[in-house]
């Protein structure tokens, strides 16, 4: 437990309060008029890197939506639709109106077809990259089942604009910058990746992301072809769950390492080049709650933090000299947190 003024997981972005998920829409008549009414983009691609993670590549009517690198929008469908795995979890019923938000961060193709940095495609799509929450008996997952039946073509609900404060904000040109992610949650970093190199930054960028298994990386061609034009620039995929995760008997056995294990170690300091310093350092951290590891008060009105066990990164960032980010106080610790 340690004493300070840090922020606590209910004090951070405003992104928590998309989980205010359910809209009710009035009492409009059919299902056709309904989806008329709401939705407003139109899903020009589906990129299937597996059964339970895809990039969708999504159109407003409307137009591109201005956003900088880190920031999210909302993607809505209606819960009458049909979700990609029907089963009993799912009594549909046509006559729910009402629209399922949730909060998606902006993702980015990074590079354009010229190999040039691009945050966005040229052809004015937005780009998001979503896994699948699969069913439980006690929990039927409302929008991803469904957002996993559209196709190109298809109709949806996007968010008018861009939220958060999970941006790059002041960063430096000579900044090391480590982006620390589980999962999709490396969607925001390839936004601001992509910003950051259309910005000439020449400080190192670390972009690390634990993931279960090597096919749970849906950017990893992109993001060594990336490697390989900027020098500065390092992608360190963590898997958990391969043989060589778990298997002691595999030849190639190398255990398993969360991002907080490159931050105890000493890889963190030779990834940056000995740059990793909290006076010239920035940390994005983004995903599982669990690898953030936010701390919380420990009651009313308390400056004592308590940190959830295991260890996450706020905790270990903290006793390296870091300062969490503040809604009065900016600090080099940024993290957004999926749930
Ligand atoms: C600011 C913000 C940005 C987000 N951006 C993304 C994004 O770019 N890509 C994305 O896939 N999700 C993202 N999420 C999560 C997203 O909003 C939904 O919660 C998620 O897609 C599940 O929706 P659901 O309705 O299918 O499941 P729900 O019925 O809402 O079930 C939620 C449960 O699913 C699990 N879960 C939710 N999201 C994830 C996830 N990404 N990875 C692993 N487990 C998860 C958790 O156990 C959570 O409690 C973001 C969340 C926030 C707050
Ligand atoms: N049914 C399936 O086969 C299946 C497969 C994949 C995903 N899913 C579901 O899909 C959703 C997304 O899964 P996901 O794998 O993208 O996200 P996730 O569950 O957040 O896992 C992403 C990575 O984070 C690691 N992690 C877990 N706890 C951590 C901690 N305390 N500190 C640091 N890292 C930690 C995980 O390692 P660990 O290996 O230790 O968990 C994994 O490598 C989840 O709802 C999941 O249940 C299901």
């Known amino acids: 437990m340690l004493t300070a003024t840090f922020p606590t997981a209910a004090t951070g972005d405003d992104a928590m309060s998309e989980r205010e998920i359910v809209h ?24 299937d ?10 159109r407003p009517d409307e137009g591109p939506i201005a956003y900088a690198g880190g920031q999210y929008t909302v993607l809505g469908l209606g819960a009458w639709e049909k979700p990609i795995e029907s089963g009993p979890q799912w009594p549909i019923d046509v006559s729910d109106r009402r629209i399922i938000k949730r909060a998606y961060s ?11 940095p691009s945050v966005a495609a ?68 390839n936004a601001m990746l992509a910003e950051l190199l259309e910005r000439g930054h020449r400080g190192p960028i670390v972009s690390l ?6 096919r749970d990386l849906g950017y990893l061609a992109t993001h060594r072809r990336v490697e390989n034009r900027w020098p500065n620039y390092d992608y360190v995929p963590l898997t958990t769950r391969e043989a060589w995760n778990a298997d002691t008997a595999a030849a190639n056995y190398v255990g398993k390492w969360y991002v907080q294990d490159v931050f105890d170690s000493q890889a ?12 010239t350092a920035h940390v994005f951290l983004c995903g599982n ?3 953030l590891g936010l701390p919380r008060r420990e009651g009313p009105g308390s400056d004592s933090l308590i940190y959830p066990q295991p260890r996450g990164m706020a905790e270990l960032l903290v006793e390296r000299g870091f300062t969490l980010d503040a809604p009065t106080r900016r600090g080099n610790v940024h993290f957004e947190s999926y749930w």
Not at 268 to 279: E, M, Q
């Open 289 to 291: 709650p669990k690898m």
């Open 49 to 58: 890197v597996h059964e339970g993670l895809r990039i969708f590549r999504v």
């Open 268 to 279: 963190i300091d030779v990834l940056t080049n000995d740059r990793f310093d909290p006076a």
């Open 122 to 189: 040229a052809d004015g799509s937005i780009e998001f990259y979503v896994t699948l929450v699969p069913a439980t008996a006690e929990h039927p997952p409302g929008l991803t089942p469904r957002l996993f039946a559209l196709s190109p073509g298809d109709r949806l609900l996007v968010g008018n604009r861009a939220k958060g404060h999970y941006t790059l904000g002041d960063v430096r040109a000579d900044d090391a910058i480590v982006f620390a992610a589980t999962g999709t949650g490396e969607a925001p970093h």
């Open 24 to 47: 009710p829409t009035a009492t409009i008549g059919d299902v056709e008029r309904t989806r008329c009414d709401a939705y407003n983009a139109e899903v020009v691609d589906v990129v």
């Open 209 to 214: 992301v634990c993931v279960r298994l090597g």
């Open 106 to 116: 902006f993702s980015s193709p990074i590079l354009d077809g010229g190999g040039s």
